[in-house]
């Protein structure tokens, strides 16, 4: 029997409106209400403004973990969601995104974590 620890998504979001993409408010705000979509249990969030623009944030959720890191002279965000709890459902996320980056070319990978063989014992 196999057992699966968990599932990461990888979301590349391709021609995002810029102006959600420079500061670390604005992106901390979208993860936010992004975790409340997925009903997320965020344990502890750090977002960092480079310079002369972009962002990174981790958030550490009780499921796993969310990040994001955007690039906006490439009009492009990179979104990881990490689920150990496989059964939730991102679509919600994903499409709060797209919306939010006012864009509709993005990109999902679904990758498969912890795929463990475990023993039935009688």
């Known amino acids: 029997m196999n057992k699966l620890l968990g599932i990461h998504y990888i979301v590349d979001y391709y ?3 810029n102006k ?3 500061s670390v408010s ?3 705000n979208i993860m936010k209400n992004a975790s409340k979509i997925g009903k997320f249990s965020v344990v502890k969030s ?3 403004q ?14 796993s973990h969310l990040t994001i890191h955007t690039w906006p002279e490439y009009q ?3 979104i990881d969601i ?3 709890d496989i ?3 991102i679509d919600k996320v994903v499409e709060y995104l797209s919306s939010v980056f006012e864009t509709n070319n993005y990109k999902i990978k679904k990758i498969e974590r912890g795929k463990i063989l475990t023993e039935i014992k009688i």
Do not use: D, Q, R, W
């Not at 480079?50 to 499921?63: D, H, N, Q, W």
């Open 87 to 89: 059964n939730i459902n």
């Open 26 to 28: 604005k992106v901390n």
């Open 82 to 84: 990490f689920l150990c």
């Open 46 to 48: 750090c977002f960092h």
């Open 50 to 63: 480079f310079l002369p623009c972009g962002v990174s944030g981790v958030m550490v959720l009780k499921e």
């Open 20 to 22: 959600y993409l420079t």
């Open 76 to 78: 492009y965000a990179a």
């Open 15 to 17: 021609e995002c409106n």
